[in-house]
Structure formats: structure tokens, C-alpha cells
């Protein structure tokens, strides 16, 4: 497997973007997100290290068929119990948060050290940085591209949604791991692991079955009839496996919670849940620019895609369709939990790419002007919301900002102008994005929650 092209500049760039992702991303890690935005993180932790030591699956669940089956094996204060065995999800992630757990506590029941069980997500996260700058050279390989594939590499690496979703003990960060590789695999025609990466997604999380859902789209697609056939066979083994692991435990209790799973209320309005409406971590900093942004950055994936091999956008848009077919019909219509698209954000950068190229290129200083807002909202609403109550933050200072990209409209058809312009919001959005991750704690952040909710 070679790297072609591994001593050009590119690759150079490429890996001082991928360490200043892991230099943010290791910035009070283990404190921010706090403990309180999901115990699912607990529960993660506890199976893989159950299995470990007692080779039974134990964690926490609220389904009333644990209770049926005589199958709770500890109350929690305040919590849903632990049951055993755990048939909610497959196991293999759940080694990863597991085995850091039992490294630092006395018994797997301990209540697990947030430091610890996020430790190897630094690693995973900035692995994927790698692997989006890799994907993006594969299909956008000739010397014009490499800016824009850097850039966009570079605003997965910085943008705080991102940086502080992949800290999260999650398996559906590791999705994102796998949703890379296949892409990469695919564009390799290395057939071999990205049968193998189907499988290990649905062992990770019966949701990672997107990833073989979408590429049985891709091949269907194309009328590679004979793949889309390896794809479903690789599909089914993930889950013939996670069947025999749920059997041998307790098949009754497996089939009860399988079917618990599955006989929710369907997700009509769950895009709006995942995009539009979002509860996560940055929900109140960030209301609508990221995660706004990156589902128009997938429906761009889409409306781009083209029924031929050579389209580099149709096997993330066939990812993309998949996830979101998959959220429709696994996501109850209630469930407003924001990590489980953690699994796509990689994939949508594609589009972030074709945002940036299409901007840069034409250089119109009206789409700059645009992206400069775009870029700088939520800088400026944590500045005016933390001007508020600072006598440190000058207001002066964001209509300053505001004022400044109009500047590319003195000479509307210079083209080096607009793009200057364009690379001076660039580097305010990074630069912005990386003093919030640097400076931004659960103390502040509760504060200026409270704050914009009263602003």
C-alpha cells in the first residue's frame, strides 16, 4: 500500500494539520464535554470492561425486558440499573473505552474516569484527520487541488463541533473511522477490507450497518450486481455474528431487546433532530451554523453525484442516503440524542471541499462576503454574549470584523483581492475556532449557555 506521492508538500502540510488536530483535540479532554452530556460514554465503558474481567456484557439500560427476564444486576442512584447481561449493542468498541477503564480503577464497576476512557478517542480523532487528507487526495489528486483539500482538512481538524464530538467515548466515532476507510478502499478497489470494514461497523454498532447499506446503493447503482451481492453477504455476517454473541448469552432476552429497538415510532422529523434542531454539546453556541452547514454540505454530495465510476462524489452521497435512510427507521421519531450522525461528519466534508472550491474559484466578492459571515457567526455571537458580562471583549471589535470583507468590494474583479479576503476569513475561522477549544471550559460554557438563553 503506497502512498503516492508521500514526498510532496502536501503530505508535509498534511501532517502539521493532522498534529495541531491532535494539539486541540488533547486540550482539557477529560473535562469538556462534561460528564453530564451523555452516560452512554458509562455504559461503553462498563460492557467492554465486564467482558473483560467477569466475560459477561454489563452496563446500564432502561428497556423493561431486563427487568422481565430477571436480568438487573445492580441498581444505580439516580440512573437506570445495570443489567447483565447487556444485549443493547455488540461488544467490539466497547473494548477500546473498556480496557482504559480497568487501568485505572480498582474494579469494572468503579465509576469510570472520564481521562481515561477518552484517551484513545484523541487518537482515533486525529487518525481520521489523516484519513480525510488521504480520501481527499485519492480523488482530488492533481497539484490544483491540494489547497482546497488542505483547507478542508484543516477545518475538520479545528471546527469545535468536530473537535469536541470526537473526544466523546462513543462507538460511533470509531463509525467514522470505518465510513473513511471504506472510501478509501473503495477508491483503492481494495474489496478485502472494505468487506471487512461492513462487518466490523455493525459489531461496533447496529447502525454502522449504513456503511454496507450505502456502498450495497453505490454498487446497485453502477449495476455491479456481483458486489452489491459481496456487500449484503458482508452485511449479514455482521450481524450473524452479532447474533451468536447475543445466543450465547441469552437469545430470548436478545430477540426481546432487538425487537424493543426496532419497533420505534419512525423518524420522520429525525433529519431536523440531527441537523436543524440539535441538542448537542454546542447546541447553544452554535444553533444552526455547523451542523446546518455540514447537511447542506451532504445534500451538495448529492445533487453533485453522477451515475458513473469516475464521479468522486457518488460514494459519499451513497453513504450519505444510507445514513439517513438508516436514522428514518432506527432512530425513534422522539430521540433528539446528538452524536449518533458523529458517524457521517467526516463524509459530509466532501461537500465542505466543493463549498470552498466553488467560493475560492470563482472568487465573486459576494460569495466571499457571504462565506466571511457564514465563517464568523459564531465567533461573533460568543463574543457579544460574552461582552455581555466581560469588560475585556470590545464590541468595537465585531463590527470591525463585520466591516472588513466588504473591503473585496473596492475592486469587485480582482480576483487575487477576493481571494485574499477569502484567506483572511479563513484564518480568523480557524484561529477563532482553535482559542474557544483552547479556552472554552464547562464553567464557561454553562455561563454563556445561560447567557445566550437569555439573550
Known sequence: MKLTGLKSRYWFWLILVVFFGFFLRSIHYGSFPALIETADERAWAWLGSSLIIDHQPTAWSEFPAYKKYQAVYQPLPHHAPLVRPFLDHPPLFSFIPGSM??????????????????????????????????????????????????????????????????????????????????????????????????????????????????????????KEKKLVVFSFISLLCGFFLFWLYGAYFNQALFFRILFGQSSRHTGLVTLLHRFLFHPTLTSHLWPTFTKALLFTSGLVIIFQSKLTKKDNYLPAASLIVGFFALSLLAVGETNINGWYEYAIYPVMFLGIRSLLEFIYKRANPLLVISFWFLAMLPLMRVALVAGLNSPNVNPHWVVILTILPFVSLLKPTNKKLNQGVFYLGFAILVIASGVTIITLTQGDYSNLTWQLLHY
Open 101 to 222: 477503564h480497568l487501568l485505572q480503577a480498582q474494579h469494572w464497576t468503579d465509576f469510570p474516569s472520564q481521562k481515561a476512557i477518552r484517551f484513545p478517542m484523541l487518537f482515533i480523532g486525529t487518525f481520521n484527520i489523516l484519513l480525510l487528507g488521504w480520501l481527499l487526495k485519492l480523488y482530488f489528486p492533481n497539484k490544483k487541488d491540494e489547497l482546497i483539500n488542505l483547507l478542508t482538512t484543516l477545518t475538520f481538524a479545528s471546527l469545535p463541533l468536530i473537535v469536541f464530538s470526537s473526544r466523546m467515548a462513543l462507538a460511533d466515532n470509531l463509525l467514522a473511522t470505518f465510513s473513511l476507510v471504506a472510501l478509501i478502499s473503495l477508491k483503492k478497489r481494495w474489496f478485502k477490507i472494505l468487506w471487512l470494514v461492513i462487518i466490523l461497523a455493525v459489531l461496533s454498532k447496529v447502525q454502522g450497518a449504513f456503511i454496507g447499506g450505502g456502498l450495497m446503493i453505490y454498487f446497485w447503482l453502477l
